[in-house]
T-cell receptor, first 109, second 114 residues
Framework: QQQVKQSPQSLIVQKGGISIINCAYENTAFDYFPWYQQFPGKGPALLIA?????SEKKEGRFTISFNKSAKQFSLHIMDSQPGDSATYFC????????FGAGTILRVKS | DAGVIQSPRHEVTEMGQEVTLRCKPI?????LFWYRQTMMRGLELLIYFNNNVPIDDSGMPEDRFSAKMPNASFSTLKIQPSEPRDSAVYFC????????????FGEGSWLTVV
């Protein structure tokens, strides 16, 4: 039972382009939505996070957009770089952290 | 800070053997989580502890899996007997006061059961 649905499964973007990853949730009890970045052989690392009372949060080239009424949120990576190539997970926190299925991002140089 | 420390990093074992994975959380963190990652099922929460007490073990796949946290600085995840389908990366993570924004993951224990 997947509580957070993530798309696409994989994404190829040219260097300098915008990478967009989308997530949707059903449980309105979730009150915190982090994004994690995972490189091969490493554990997931917190990238950026947002609370449902905020519609957008930006940190450097990374932006989360949050639509509470639609129960959707997305990660935008501006000016994507080859070093951004990794697997990205959206997640939602209620009383525990549940993850989306992940998106494998490849940025072509 | 040293971060979450897991051992072993890699383990290859034969089916039927006992496997013990170890975790040292970040000092001061009062929540500890065990996750399993596979290609088919992604990241699954197996169990988590608060102040060394198991709070939710609903993700533990079956009785062959057990987890303990004897003190604030150490936890184990044991699989006995191990089966090939247990092959996965097992992550330990810790958090301060269960707040989602402070969950830090270790680098994982890569388990292969042959």
């Amino acid at each position: 039972q997947q509580q957070v649905k993530q798309s696409p499964q994989s994404l190829i973007v040219q260097k300098g382009g915008i990478s967009i990853i989308n997530c949707a949730y059903e449980n309105t009890a979730f009150d915190y939505f982090p994004w994690y970045q995972q490189f091969p052989g490493k554990g997931p690392a917190l990238l950026i996070a947002i609370r449902p009372d905020v519609s957008e949060k930006k940190e450097g080239r990374f932006t989360i957009s949050f639509n509470k009424s639609a129960k959707q949120f997305s990660l935008h990576i501006m000016d994507s770089q080859p070093g951004d190539s990794a697997t990205y997970f959206c997640a939602a926190w209620g009383n525990k952290l549940v993850f989306g299925a992940g998106t494998i991002l490849r940025v072509k140089s | 800070d040293a971060g979450v420390i897991q051992s072993p990093r890699h383990e290859v074992t034969e089916m039927g053997q006992e496997v013990t994975l170890r975790c040292k959380p970040i000092s001061g963190h009062d929540y500890l989580f065990w996750y399993r990652q596979t290609m088919m099922r992604g990241l699954e929460l197996l169990i988590y502890f608060n102040n060394n007490v198991p709070i939710d073990d609903s993700g533990m796949p079956e009785d062959r899996f057990s987890a303990k946290m004897p003190n604030a600085s150490f936890s184990t995840l044991k699989i006995q007997p191990s089966e090939p389908r247990d092959s996965a990366v097992y992550f330990c993570a810790s958090s301060l006061s269960g707040n989602g924004n402070t969950i830090y993951f270790g680098e994982g224990s890569w388990l292969t059961v042959v």
